[in-house]
Each structure stands twice: as C-alpha cells, then as structure tokens.
C-alpha cells in the first residue's frame, strides 16, 4: 500500500520561507511523477508543481513560478517543495501525490492514484 506523508507545514509570514517534504512508502517513486496540491478554504484543489520522475521535467502554477522548486531524492523516496517569498494568498493546505502510471508526467488530479494527508501552510500579513 503506497503512503504519502507530508510535513515541514506551518505559520510564516509574508516574505518568508517554508520547505515542505513527502515521504514516501510501499511504493518506490523513482518511477512516477510527484505532484504538489494546494486547497484553500472554499476553493477547489489546484495544482502548485509537479516534478518527473528523473526530476527533469517540471511543472510550476504561475502564481508560484520563480517562488517554488520542486525537488526529488529518489534514493531516499523523498520529494520536496521549497516555497520563498510566500503571500498570504498562498495559504491552504498542501498534498503531495504520486502518478497511477509510471513514467507519465500529469498536471491533472485525474492523473494521481495516491495522496498525501496534507500539511497546513498559513502565511500571516
């Protein structure tokens, strides 16, 4: 059974930082997709940025382009999000997931078998 467990969520204020991480389990993701989703209170799920399996393909919203980088740690079956220069518009609840097919880069929700419990991100003004 494939587990997803985000952390590294919190309070931040504006202009500051935060890096999330996902730990993966049951599965090796050395062959899928990673994908980072954000929900904010009466908003739908969006995708932040995805990251392939190599690492060499990447994704970014552009409300976060140059703000966020997704990295990866196959070896150890960790993603990361690091997250600079945060807004207030940034707050919601952060996934991590993983692709259903291997060797597929998604930037749909369809395209994400598995998820994470999600982390709370809450950046003050």
């Known amino acids: 059974q494939v587990q997803l467990v985000e952390s590294g969520g919190g309070v931040v204020q504006a202009g500051g930082s935060l890096r999330l991480s996902c730990a993966a389990s049951?599965?090796?993701?050395?062959?899928?997709?990673m994908g980072w989703f954000r929900q904010a209170p009466g908003k739908e799920r969006e995708i932040v940025a995805a990251?392939?399996?190599?690492?060499?393909?990447?994704y970014y919203a552009t409300s976060v382009k140059g703000r966020f980088t997704s990295s990866r740690d196959n070896a150890k079956n960790t993603v990361h999000l690091q997250m600079n220069s945060l807004k207030p518009e940034d707050t919601a609840v952060y996934y991590c997931?993983?692709?259903?097919?291997?060797?597929?880069?998604?930037?749909?929700?369809?395209?994400?078998?598995?998820w994470g419990q999600g982390t709370q991100v809450t950046v003050s003004s």
């Open positions: 990251i392939s399996w190599t690492g060499l393909t990447t």
């Open positions: 049951g599965r090796a993701i050395s062959a899928y997709t």
């Open positions: 997931a993983t692709t259903l097919t291997n060797m597929r880069f998604g930037i749909r929700s369809e395209d994400y078998a598995y």
